[in-house]
């Protein structure tokens, strides 16, 4: 069956920081990869999305960054992080294009 | 503008009643999906809608989806305490699906014995 792991949980980052989080599926090749963030009390938004390897579409204007490496592995990364970039991110997979299915989320609070 | 609108955004109600969630959104999808968010955690995928007409059951929840109309409807029967968390429904951004979802602003369910 098929798994995603996320880390970190939680991370208390300085403002200007970098960031580097990541996510990795195991038990399926070449899924569509997604990271999304939930600002507190909101929904969620898609902020990257990734079909393979070197595949990174952006989907709002931000700070933040997302690199694929390898065809399992999903990494959202920034050079300095801003207030406003505290929030629940999650990583995500999909099976062509279905339903998506969620890590469990890294909270970051940038102080 | 691509939206998918939720209401209630919150919803009390007393274990054993009766209500429904509804979600309205603006995409051509033809799928929508249905997720359970507990506090600080992540979220589980609880329904997927793949068409007009649509109707899944799962326990005390059943929802479905009005194509046609841009609604599905998130219906709880009898509620439990267990029951209570945050719901979001959610859409492809686009017809062909792109499995980039658009997720509504949430409903958060208190059951209150």
């Known amino acids: 069956s098929q798994t995603i792991h996320q880390w970190p949980a939680t991370l208390v980052q300085p403002v200007g920081s970098p960031l580097s989080l990541e996510c990795t599926v195991e038990?399926?090749?070449?899924?569509?990869l997604y990271w999304y963030r939930q600002a507190a009390g909101r929904g969620l938004q898609l902020l990257f999305y990734s079909v393979g390897i070197g595949q990174i579409s952006s989907e709002v204007p931000q700070n933040l960054s997302a690199s694929r490496p390898q065809d399992r592995q999903f990494i959202l990364s920034s050079k300095k992080l801003l207030l406003s970039d505290s929030g629940f991110y999650l990583c995500?997979?999909?099976?062509?294009?279905?339903?998506?299915?969620f890590g469990q989320g890294t909270r970051l609070t940038v102080v | 503008e691509l939206k998918v609108e939720q209401n209630p955004l919150f919803l009390s109600m007393q274990e054993g009643k009766n209500y429904t969630i509804y979600c309205n959104y603006s995409t051509t999808s033809d799928r929508l999906y249905w997720y359970r968010q507990d506090p600080g955690k992540s979220l589980e995928s609880l329904f997927v809608l793949l068409s007009n007409g649509a109707v899944k059951q799962e326990g005390r929840l059943m929802a479905s989806l009005d194509t046609k109309a841009r609604l599905s409807t998130l219906h709880i029967t009898a509620a439990v305490h267990d029951l209570s968390a945050t719901y979001f429904c959610?859409?492809?951004?686009?017809?062909?699906?792109?499995?980039?979802?658009?997720f509504g602003q949430g409903t958060t369910l208190q059951v209150k014995p």
């Open positions: 959610a859409v492809d951004m686009a017809a062909g699906n792109t499995g980039k979802l658009i």
């Open positions: 995500a997979w999909s099976p062509w294009n279905t339903e998506a299915f």
């Open positions: 038990g399926t090749s070449n899924p569509n």
